[in-house]
């Protein structure tokens, strides 16, 4: 029999759960978390079912449809300009009265819509009742419940898809907003219709009502057609902010004259959520348990890693010396002994340390508290000038900078975005941690979980200053108002957290297979050649190379090899370490590096820290350049990044340098 | 927001809870200076400084540390002061202190299940005679409190309406 298509987009707020449902009926792995806009891009996926070929395409989260920030114009550019066969809207049972005001926006846009009420087992917990038959028959609309975590009610769903699909029965509905509002919109309507030329995927009558509401988007969309200026003359005659909130006032009264008909809610209870809210988001408690946890973190990323580094390195050391002494001949055992097996070996050992890191940030994310994070740093992100929904894409860049940079998107203000994506680089991603961990590991002993906190601190801290900076010259005016919706806490998912340290821990080994390789054998060829120098020595092209930049690196406590290593470190920044490893031809032997360093009289423990600091603050890697240009969509200000970031890592690491050489250390 | 029950006879028994929060934070903030002794005396009067009760309750000179215990005694107390104020929500320090000082215990005790492997299993020099007694810490044997009442008051901190009946 030949498959049938059928295409269904899934929007619904924030947090509800679009993804989770997405990867259960996709059989996908993509990214969940706890908090939200964790998806700033629309993803596609695709499930065969019962002779139809279904493809789902899982929308950025939106609590209404008025085209405020990326993430929402996304969306309703999605559902209206793509036209999917039906919108499903994801709806979480526990929070079901905010989330139906996007359910009356996407009623107007004259989607086929169907309901499916998630988390169902959060409200059921509370002692909400939720009459599905009379929301039904009240929306007009099909309703599906599920529990997408547990895969509950999923075919179900794909069932309700295929019938709505094979009736093709539009279930239409429509708000009054009085006569006033429906004389303007029916006017807009009349003056639009008369435009041969509109795109007519837009329902007119959803145009005027956006509009009307000052939509600036709707209205670019308009500003070429012949009957622009009659349209205009129309809204220039309203005061729009009053219609705006006419409008809304509106639909949360055909809300609030609905719910209680489809909707029993237990009382107001005290749940386990608003408890450990009531002390995370304390005012004086917050941030010290906020410090205290990621301490925890660090200090169980570094301590608890060892002995699995430890063991990577033994069960690699008799490969490397293997490998090394049976190859003939000379040059290719010293390309696979000291460059391979070197540098790329120096960086696999860390392997552990970034599974670690990242299980505990899923867990962190998973449960909810990333979110609250963002929350407590409110108050004091807007008294430095930045916008508090910025503080989650910097705790997104612990993981990775490029994600958090996108992440960014979910601000609604031009000005707190670009400054968020500026800053987000100075947070330490995953790459940073191997250098960390091999000169703290090195120099400051069991202090060293607490020396690599110090570093992910002084990111942030630098971060702030930064935006505090920039507020103050370049981006000038005030950060925008900050509402963000706190997700329930959940117990994160033993599955989802393996997931997401899987994913990012093996993104790390891939990058040690392609871009870390070729970056240790053309450092490998430069320490190499011309033919006949001592391998590494300053004779060679890399020494020759790392003495050009030496004058400028010799104020911050660095010698030509650990000037090579950074300028390879721009590349990416696990090729610092690689370096390292080619340079001081370790072998795949982590603590064999570490006795090399501690012997070399041109590093101390002072040359360490400002080394640390250093590789924090300067241009991560080119993929965040990249995202950076994509994002900004402009030159000027990714050179700008790039020029700031690293003028910003040479005076903190001279600081450090300077300062501590004069006292004494 | 502070919600204070205009009833407060009917409010649920928060005896326990408060009795239970003033020891454990008691405790915790006393561990907690007294780590906070033994991290600064070691820095100021060198790292052969002995502070009196630090090695029989195998207090290490963590100062990091030692802001972890005091913290965790600060929640729990915090709560004491709500609760004393006849504000039913202040439970909800003693809940989130059990929590937290149990993901601390879980932290050390992973930390030193690594140390474990590093001596027993990889016979790593730098781990010669360490014992599990090595690292053991208030933050540890404290958390035997906390577990204790997570295990046997589930049903204490199950939602209950925020007037508190």
Redesign the interface.
């Known amino acids: 029999m030949e498959n049938r298509e059928i295409k269904i987009a899934l929007t619904g707020n924030p947090n509800v759960g679009k993804t989770t449902l997405f990867n259960a009926l996709t059989g996908s792995k993509q990214h969940v978390g706890n908090w939200p806009g964790v998806t700033v891009e629309k993803k596609s996926g695709r499930v065969s079912y019962n002779g139809y070929d279904i493809e789902v395409i899982d929308l950025p989260g939106t609590y209404s449809l008025t085209a405020y920030s990326m993430d929402e114009i996304i969306a309703r550019d999605f559902i209206i300009e793509e036209k999917p066969d039906i919108v499903i809207q994801v709806v979480d049972a526990s929070n079901l009265e905010r989330n139906l005001y996007l359910t009356t926006q996407l009623m107007e846009l004259g989607s086929e819509i169907l309901i499916v009420l998630n988390m169902c087992d959060i409200a059921e917990?509370?002692?909400d009742r939720i009459y599905i038959d009379k929301m039904e028959e009240l929306l007009a609309t099909p309703v599906i419940k599920t529990v997408a975590t547990r895969k509950k009610g999923i075919c179900e769903l794909l069932d309700k898809v295929i019938e709505e699909k094979e009736i093709e029965q539009y279930h239409g509905h429509e708000i009054g907003y009085g006569n006033e509002i429906e004389e303007k919109v029916l006017e807009i309507e009349k003056i639009l219709s008369d435009d041969e030329t509109r795109d007519k995927r837009y329902p007119l009558r959803w145009m005027s009502v956006r509009l009307l509401e000052g939509d600036t988007n709707v209205r670019r969309k308009i500003a070429g057609s012949p009957v622009y200026d009659r349209v205009t003359e129309i809204l220039d005659s309203i005061d729009q902010d009053e219609y705006e909130a006419e409008i809304a006032d509106k639909r949360y009264l055909a809300i609030n004259t609905i719910f209680p008909q489809m909707c029993t809610r237990a009382?107001?209870?005290?749940?386990?959520s608003?408890?450990?809210d009531?002390?995370?988001t304390?005012k004086?408690?917050g941030i010290?348990?906020f410090l205290?946890?990621m301490?925890?973190a660090f200090?169980?990323t570094f301590?608890?890693?060892?002995?699995f580094m430890?063991?990577i390195d033994?069960s690699a050391s008799w490969v490397s010396e293997y490998v090394s002494s049976s190859l003939e001949p000379s040059w290719l055992a010293s390309l696979v002994g000291d460059g391979i097996i070197g540098g790329v070996g120096a960086v696999l050992v860390f392997v552990p340390n970034i599974f670690i890191l990242f299980f505990l940030l899923s867990l962190l994310e998973g449960s909810g508290y990333l979110a609250r994070a963002a929350f407590i740093m409110d108050k004091l992100m807007y008294k430095i000038g930045m916008h508090g929904k910025s503080f989650i894409p910097m705790l997104m860049g612990f993981g990775c900078n490029v994600p958090a940079i996108m992440a960014a998107r979910s601000i609604e203000d031009e000005k707190d975005r670009l400054i968020t994506i500026l800053i987000v680089p100075f947070v330490s991603c995953g790459a940073r941690l191997p250098i960390y961990v091999l000169f703290a590991g090195t120099f400051f002993g069991r202090q060293a979980g607490?020396v690599i906190?110090a570093m992910y601190i002084l990111g942030i801290v630098i971060a702030v200053i930064s935006a505090k900076l920039l507020r103050a010259t370049v981006v000038k005016g005030k950060p925008a108002p900050f509402i963000m919706e706190l997700p329930p806490y959940r117990v994160p998912t033993m599955k989802t957290s393996l997931i997401h340290m899987w994913d990012n821990g093996f993104m790390y080994i891939k990058k040690a297979g392609t871009i870390i390789l070729v970056g240790v054998i053309v450092i490998w060829a430069l320490a190499s050649f011309p033919w006949g120098v001592t391998y590494g020595s300053e004779n060679s092209y890399v020494g020759s190379l790392g003495h050009a930049v030496e004058p400028f690196m010799k104020p911050l406590g660095f010698d030509w090899k650990i000037s090579v290593a950074l300028i390879f470190g721009l590349v990416a920044k696990e090729v610092v370490v690689a370096s390292m490893g080619v340079l001081y031809g370790a072998g795949d032997n982590s603590e064999a590096l570490s006795e090399r360093i501690m012997a070399d009289p041109g590093i101390t423990a002072l040359n360490s820290l400002s080394l640390m600091a250093f590789s924090l603050l300067y241009m991560p890697c080119v993929a965040t350049v990249g995202v950076i240009k994509k994002e900004t969509g402009s030159w000027k200000w990714t050179l700008f990044a790039i020029i700031y970031g690293i003028a910003v890592a040479w005076i903190t690491a001279f600081v450090i340098y300077q300062g501590g050489s004069l006292l004494g250390y | 927001m502070d919600i204070e029950s205009e009833n407060k006879g009917v409010n649920p028994d928060t005896r326990i809870p408060m009795t239970f929060s003033i020891v454990t934070g008691f405790l915790y903030i006393l561990s907690g200076l007294l780590q906070l002794s033994a991290g600064i005396g070691k820095i100021v009067m060198g790292p052969d400084t002995y502070i009196p009760l630090t090695g029989p309750l195998f207090v290490p000179a963590d100062i990091?540390g030692a802001?972890?215990l005091l913290?965790i005694g600060?929640?729990f107390i915090?709560g004491v002061m709500e609760m004393r104020s006849g504000i039913?929500?202040g439970?909800?320090?003693a809940?989130?202190?059990i929590?937290?000082a149990l993901?601390?215990a879980g932290?050390y005790i992973?930390?030193s299940?690594?140390?474990m492997?590093?001596a027993y299993?990889?016979k790593?020099e730098e781990f010669l005679g360490w014992t599990p007694l090595s690292d053991l810490r208030p933050g540890i044997y404290l958390a035997i409190l906390p577990l204790i009442a997570f295990i046997k008051w589930k049903d204490m901190?199950?939602?209950?309406?925020?007037d508190?009946q």
């Open positions: 917990e509370r002692g009382n107001d209870t005290l749940t386990k608003d408890m450990i009531r002390v995370l304390n004086y408690l010290p348990i205290a946890l301490w925890g200090e169980l301590a608890f890693a060892t002995p430890d063991m033994l607490t906190f | 990091i802001f972890v913290l600060t929640v915090y039913y929500e439970v909800s320090y809940y989130v202190g929590l937290i993901i601390f932290i992973l930390v299940t690594g140390n492997l590093e299993l990889l790593n901190f199950d939602p209950v309406p925020k508190g």
